[in-house]
C-alpha cells in the first residue's frame, strides 16, 4: 500500500542552451549514421523534422531527459553535412593527434562521432572560438563517458586548434 502513495518519480527537463544541442544532435546523428549507415539526408530530415528523437534521456543519477526539438537546425545541418563533405580531411587530422595504437576504425563509435563533429568545428567553423568548440564536446562527452575520454577529447580538439588557429 505504501507504493502506492509515493509519488512516482518523473524525469527532470534540463534546461540546455540551443548551440549546444545542436552539437548533440549532430553527435547521435553521426553515431547513427557510422552504426546503421543511415543515409545523409534521412538522417537530417528524422532529425529537423522530428521524426527521430526529440528527447533523449540520460543515464545519470538524476535521469536528466533532454528535449532536442529547441536546437539550432542550421548549426545542426551545417555540423552534418560540413562533416560528411570533409570526413577525409578531418578523419585525417584526427588520427594524426591520436596514439599510433589507436587508429580511427579502433575508437569508440560514440568517441569518433564527438571527434569528427568537433573536428568539423575546428576545421571550418573559424567564428567560433576554439576553446568554445573544446568545451562544448567536452562537456558534452560527459553525458556519455565519465573516464580517460572526455581528457581525450580535449587533447585532441586542443592540439588540432593549436596546429591551426591560435587559441
Known sequence: MQDEQQPKKTKKQKTVPVRSLSRLAAVLALYQMDIAGTDLGIIVDEFVNAKGPSAISLDS?????????????????????GMVANQQEIDKKIHEKLNV????????????????????????????????IINEYVELSKAFFNGRETNMINAVLDSIAKDIRAL
Open 61 to 81: 543519477d538524476e535521469g536528466m531527459q533532454i528535449d532536442l526539438s529547441s536546437m539550432d537546425t542550421d548549426l545542426f545541418q551545417d555540423i552534418l553535412h
Open 101 to 132: 595504437d589507436w587508429p580511427m576504425a579502433r575508437v569508440d563509435t560514440t568517441l569518433r562521432a564527438i571527434f569528427r563533429a568537433g573536428g568539423y568545428e575546428m576545421l571550418k567553423r573559424n567564428d567560433i572560438p576554439p576553446k568554445v
